[in-house]
């Protein structure tokens, strides 16, 4: 199989400016729309050059509920903390209480926990890593709009009448590109297990890395689902936040949408 084209992606589909939420001129052709007709968007940032295309730039603004991409900086934190050390140590101990993800209801390392997406487990998580030093974390990433005045343990889950933490898809490719480039306070050696937590398939001779994120009705008669993670081909690594607000959407969705897209630029 051939790798994708990421430099006949950057010419005819990347605008060629550098992201930034305040511009609204980075965007992609129509006929780039994966989400046909509904109200999802995508950024795409080239991490080296900074160029960035766009589906959707003004949804691509709209602060949102994370839901379960916070795991990416929850873990982060985790580690900077050294609260955890590596993917295959025993992560999640299960408190025996039936839970509706049959995945979660067994004791779990950290590499499962993280991909089967384990609430308590991360949860238990920010717990040790308490409100002051999660703050001061969020603080120093910029991380949205650094809100976890709901509760330590569940601050980025939406849920009825509860203020989450919020952050746009610009917000998280950003932060995804600024990490990956080590312009925030992660080592190496932090990033590589986030990479091992974070892979999800090949493409051709890509790497395609990234979280889901799921929620109930929250726009409006909406669910919402995310995708955030980049991309790995050769020498170029594209960061890149996707979420889509519909009656059925879900993380799991919205990935499928994004490998899609990525396996037909192949």
Request: net charge positive; hydrophobic share 35%; charged share 30%.
């Given at each position: 199989m051939r790798s994708i084209n990421i430099t006949l992606l950057i010419t005819f589909i990347f605008s060629g400016c550098s992201v930034s939420e305040n511009n609204s001129k980075n965007t992609s052709p129509a006929s780039t729309d994966i989400f046909k007709g509904q109200k999802g968007t995508l950024v795409i940032i080239d991490i080296k050059t900074g160029k960035t295309s766009m589906i959707n730039?003004?949804?691509?603004?709209?602060?949102?509920?994370?839901?379960?991409?916070?795991?990416?900086?929850?873990?982060?934190?985790?580690?900077?903390?050294?609260?955890?050390?590596?993917?295959?140590?025993?992560?999640?101990?299960?408190?025996?209480?039936?839970?509706?993800?049959?995945?979660?209801?067994?004791?779990?390392?950290?590499?499962?926990?993280?991909?089967?997406?384990?609430?308590?487990?991360?949860?238990?998580?920010?717990?040790?890593?308490?409100?002051?030093?999660?703050?001061?974390?969020?603080?120093?990433?910029?991380?949205?709009?650094?809100?976890?005045?709901?509760?330590?343990?569940?601050?980025?889950?939406?849920?009825?009448?509860?203020?989450?933490?919020m952050i746009s898809a610009v917000n998280q490719a950003v932060l995804i590109t600024e990490l990956l480039t080590e312009k925030l306070p992660f080592s190496p050696e932090q990033i590589n297990i986030l990479k091992e937590l974070m892979f999800f398939k090949k493409i051709g001779k890509c790497n395609l890395y990234g979280k889901t994120g799921s929620s109930g009705k929250v726009e409006g008669s909406q669910k919402l689902g995310w995708y955030t993670g980049f991309i790995i081909c050769n020498n170029k690594t594209l960061a890149f936040s996707a979420n889509l607000a519909s009656e059925d959407a879900s993380g799991s969705i919205v990935r499928d949408i994004i490998y899609n897209y990525f396996k037909k630029l192949q």
């Open positions: 730039p003004d949804y691509a603004k709209k602060a949102l509920s994370p839901c379960s991409t916070f795991k990416i900086w929850n873990t982060l934190i985790g580690l900077k903390e050294g609260l955890i050390k590596k993917p295959s140590e025993a992560f999640y101990k299960w408190d025996g209480k039936k839970r509706f993800f049959d995945a979660w209801n067994r004791d779990l390392t950290l590499k499962e926990a993280f991909r089967v997406s384990c609430v308590p487990a991360f949860q238990n998580l920010a717990s040790r890593i308490g409100a002051v030093r999660m703050k001061k974390h969020l603080d120093t990433i910029n991380y949205g709009d650094r809100n976890i005045s709901s509760g330590i343990t569940d601050f980025w889950l939406p849920r009825k009448n509860h203020r989450t933490i």
